[in-house]
């Protein structure tokens, strides 16, 4: 992985909220070469609660055909075969028996990638998935080569995320609830990018403002469209508008 990939694994561990990890996780994939991930996971709690952390940067299209069709995320077969695995699951592995699952992902731009699973005391487990738009050879040798560092950067962020759903919740501010719905909330990153947004700010402007990377912002403000149920981000911050997410003079 090298100096900076420690490093970075470095701070996946220090991370203290849901949005710091979020970023960190997406810094981390692109540097191992990966255009998109995925993580959830499930943690008990005292008195037998859990507690389920989610998120991801996979296309906003493949969540609307997901929710349409009453699906998860992740092909159904991926994700049950990858929880019984205790190495990666490079999708390919899986191709030939579970064609149908893996090619309407790939339609929408998840053609290959890896899943990494981690189980841990009491029932706990996460998965984490690492997909790049474009298969072929090529695309199969990178994802062998860095095996060993998606299995890595897994279990760093399943001990971030099992810290995090200890403390109950992301605390970097108060979350947002969208048309009634509470599962459906806005971060306070994605808050702060949706108002810079509505201000006409560009992806670059924004980095500039929060400190973060063009490609972080684009990050949020896509999960913050997703949210929304947006088609692009004029249309969310017309939506937020109306739900009074943000107001006129924001």
Known sequence: MGHKGTVRLAQILANRSKTALEEAVLLITEQLGFRYFMFCGRFSQPRGATHEVRFDNFPVHWHRSCADRGRDILPDPLRRLA???VTPLPWKKIAARHSRALAKASEFG?????????HGPRGQWSLTSFALARGGSAAERRILATLPDCQLVACAIHYA???IARRGADRLGPLRRLDGAPSRLLSDRESQCLILSAGGKTTSEIGQ???ISERTVAFHLSNMRRKLGAANSRHAVTKAFSLKLIAAGS
């Open 209 to 211: 403002a929060l400190q």
């Open 83 to 85: 929880l019984l695995e």
């Open 110 to 118: 998840l053609a290959t990638g890896v899943s990494c699973s981690v």
């Open 161 to 163: 995320a099992a810290r």
